[in-house]
């Protein structure tokens, strides 16, 4: 029996640690796959091969990720962001995976 209580909290511990990260992983992964096939669309009727090549989305997304940080500074986006977490901190399970990501 303490064999298995052993194993369990061993397997709780793996566990712990891997989740934030894969999530992370899965998240990045993700986020590469929206901003490539959405500056894809955008692009692709500009383009002679109708595609863009794999990677055009990722630095797409730094720069509009960079854009969203330099227009954080405004006050008009911090009453936004304000706003937005009033309202997902009021949704019950939304909220606290937001307080959790934000954290």
Same mark, same amino acid.
């Given at each position: 029996?303490? =064999?298995?209580?052993?194993?369990? %909290?061993?397997?709780? $511990?793996?566990?712990? /640690?891997?989740? *934030?990260?894969?999530?992370?992983?899965? +998240?990045?992964?993700?986020?590469?796959?929206?901003?490539?096939?959405?500056?894809? $669309? /955008? /692009?692709? *009727?500009?383009?002679? %091969? &109708?595609?863009? *090549? +794999?990677? =055009?989305? !990722? /630095?797409?997304?730094?720069? @509009? !990720? +960079? !854009?969203?940080?330099?227009?954080? &500074?405004?006050?008009?986006?911090?009453?936004?962001?304000?706003?937005?977490?009033? =309202?997902?901190?009021? !949704? *019950? =399970?939304?909220?606290?995976? @937001?307080?959790?990501?934000?954290?």
């Amino acid at each position: 029996m303490k =064999i298995w209580k052993s194993m369990t %909290q061993t397997f709780g $511990r793996g566990f712990l /640690l891997l989740l *934030p990260l894969l999530l992370s992983f899965y +998240f990045l992964v993700w986020l590469v796959n929206v901003f490539d096939g959405l500056f894809n $669309r /955008l /692009l692709s *009727p500009f383009l002679e %091969q &109708r595609e863009i *090549p +794999f990677g =055009i989305g !990722i /630095l797409m997304g730094i720069t @509009f !990720i +960079f !854009i969203v940080g330099m227009t954080s &500074r405004l006050s008009l986006a911090q009453y936004l962001e304000t706003v937005i977490e009033r =309202i997902f901190k009021k !949704i *019950p =399970i939304v909220g606290t995976v @937001f307080n959790s990501l934000k954290d």
